[in-house]
């Protein structure tokens, strides 16, 4: 039997979608890995192609227009590009688990949430509906939500942001899943709830020994919970190293513009926090060369004949896809 290196293996993959305007790469030639037990941190701006990497993963893209036209995911050495509905849903929940972005949408209005966590055990887990109502209870316990035998009576209008993000959170967790993928979850929350929430999240991740992706904007939020991060940008993957070398060492003109822009207490006394001048290129008319040389101070000639290929740019480990990294 062949050993598994990678609890994940994402190579090459690409996804287009169709629109009215045309076709749309919205994830191009992404390659990363994921070992069982490690927080990875997907982190870029709104559009660039996070959350559909992570629904790829799941085999939730919207069939009606979108598609991978190439590249290859396998979860515990098993190609899962191929897989048909029935094979996605034994997957989802039992082995990789989602909190979406924003729990109001993802839960349904119309059922209790003990009836929608009952479905999840009973789905995956051959229990009868008392026993799975008894787990849900358990779960909700676990995530801190208090009088769980009343709460699970409750509809979603009925919690608050942040109690209804821990539901989804339980949800998540219901089957002991292997790999938990964690869409902005502190997004639409209040600051001392986002912490909160956090902190929940990484301490049942420990308890329950996941890996975990977490796709965030925030880089603070990167710099407490992951082990390593992947900055994305247009849809591409142009810087990928740990946390540390990210934060001590970054290599890509972008994520040293995303760091400067951070208010620092150093900057008190500063007009202005630095920017990063332009735009994000229009998707439906990419440059020919690297998506940020419009952007970037340290543009070379070559940086528009041809985009530049993710590689390993110095001892520290960061691959970087620059042709003037520094």
């Known amino acids: 039997m062949n050993k598994i290196e990678h609890l994940l293996?994402?190579?090459?993959?690409?996804?287009?979608?169709e629109t009215d305007q045309g076709v749309v790469r919205a994830v191009d030639q992404a390659s990363f890995s994921?070992?069982?037990?490690?927080?990875?941190?997907?982190?870029?701006?709104?559009?660039?192609?996070?959350?559909?990497?992570?629904l790829s993963l799941l085999g939730?893209?919207?069939?009606?227009?979108?598609?991978?036209?190439?590249?290859?995911?396998?979860?515990m050495g098993q190609e899962i590009t191929c897989f048909e509905g029935t094979n996605f849903r034994a997957l989802r929940g039992r082995e990789i688990a989602m909190i979406f972005q924003e729990p109001m949408t993802a839960l349904n209005p119309v059922f209790?949430?003990?009836?929608?966590?009952?479905?999840?055990?009973?789905?995956?887990?051959?229990?009868?509906?008392?026993?799975?109502?008894?787990a849900s209870i358990d779960m909700l316990a676990k995530v801190g939500i208090p009088s769980p035998d009343k709460r699970i009576y409750d509809y979603p209008h009925q919690l608050s942001g942040g109690m209804r993000q821990r539901v989804m959170i339980a949800m998540a967790l219901s089957c002991g899943p292997k790999l938990l993928i964690a869409d902005e979850p502190t997004t639409a929350l209040d600051v001392t709830t986002q912490a909160q929430v956090l902190d929940l999240i990484?301490?049942?991740?420990?308890?329950?020994?996941?890996?975990?992706?977490?796709?965030?904007h925030d880089l603070g939020v990167i710099a407490e919970s992951c082990q390593r991060a992947i900055i994305m940008y247009c849809g591409n993957i142009i810087e990928s190293s740990s946390v540390e070398n990210i934060f001590r060492h970054p290599k890509h003109p972008y994520t040293k513009g995303l760091l400067g822009s951070i208010p620092k207490i150093s900057n008190a006394k500063r007009d202005f926090l630095p920017v990063i001048p332009g735009m994000v290129p229009d998707m439906f008319h990419l440059p020919k060369g690297c998506l940020f040389q419009d952007r970037c101070e340290r543009a070379l000639p070559d940086c528009s004949l041809s985009r530049p290929s993710l590689e390993n740019k110095g001892p520290n480990g960061s691959f970087v896809a620059c042709y003037n990294p520094n």
């Open 202 to 216: 990484v301490d049942l991740q420990s308890e329950f020994g996941m890996a975990m992706i977490l796709i965030t």
């Open 9 to 17: 293996t994402v190579e090459g993959l690409s996804i287009e979608f």
């Open 34 to 54: 994921l070992n069982a037990g490690e927080t990875l941190g997907l982190v870029g701006e709104s559009g660039c192609g996070k959350t559909v990497t992570a």
């Open 60 to 75: 939730l893209l919207p069939e009606a227009n979108a598609r991978i036209v190439e590249g290859s995911i396998k979860f």
């Open 112 to 134: 209790q949430i003990g009836t929608q966590m009952a479905d999840v055990f009973q789905i995956h887990q051959n229990i009868t509906r008392k026993q799975a109502r008894l």
